[in-house]
């Protein structure tokens, strides 16, 4: 079934000048684009975003690192685009992901790992309607 999955290009990977590679790679992969820009998140936005792990050790760091720079966010489409896409970025830490795969060659550490994809249809809807309004989303 066709459907719909959320994804944030980090700012360790824009900053690295990453991002034209990565996309290529999600292309590569068969999904489609369906919306895309570049933002810088707000302090609230990122923690708003990530509010699901806001008990955990790391996320003032997470936060801080997610303000640090400009990100790439997408909505991406395709058969199973949702567990595809987790599959092309790899482990959370990239010192764990498979060889291919976006986080094994441009992560940085489990915090810095380059990108960020939705793990659930539910979770997708929410994401991807939090950066984006469905006008912004291409076909629709
Ligand atoms: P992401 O898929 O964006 O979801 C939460 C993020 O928290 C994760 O990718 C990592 O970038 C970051 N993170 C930092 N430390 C950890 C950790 N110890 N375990 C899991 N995620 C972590």
């Known amino acids: 079934t066709t459907e719909r999955t959320f994804s944030i290009i980090k700012p360790d990977a824009v900053a690295a000048k990453q991002t034209g590679a990565i996309i290529q790679m999600i292309l590569d992969a068969g999904l489609t684009v369906k919306a895309m820009k570049m ?14 792990h806001k008990e955990r ?3 003032k760091d997470l936060v801080e690192y997610m303000i640090s720079g400009p990100v790439v966010v997408s909505c991406l489409e395709g ?23 976006i986080r094994k060659k441009f ?26 309004s469905s006008l912004e989303i291409v076909g629709e």
Do not use: W
Not at 43 to 49: D, L, S, V
Not at 83 to 101: F, N, Q, S, V, W
Not at 118 to 132: C, L, R
């Open 79 to 101: 058969d199973n685009a949702i567990i595809r896409y987790r599959e092309l970025m790899g482990a959370t830490d990239p010192a764990k992901a498979a060889e291919g795969t």
């Open 39 to 52: 933002i810088r998140l707000t302090r609230p936005q990122a923690e708003g975003f990530y509010a699901v």
């Open 57 to 59: 050790p790391f996320f």
């Open 107 to 132: 992560g940085k550490s489990i915090e810095a790992n380059a990108c960020h994809g939705s793990d659930g249809p539910d979770t997708a809807k929410v994401e991807m309607s939090y950066f984006f």
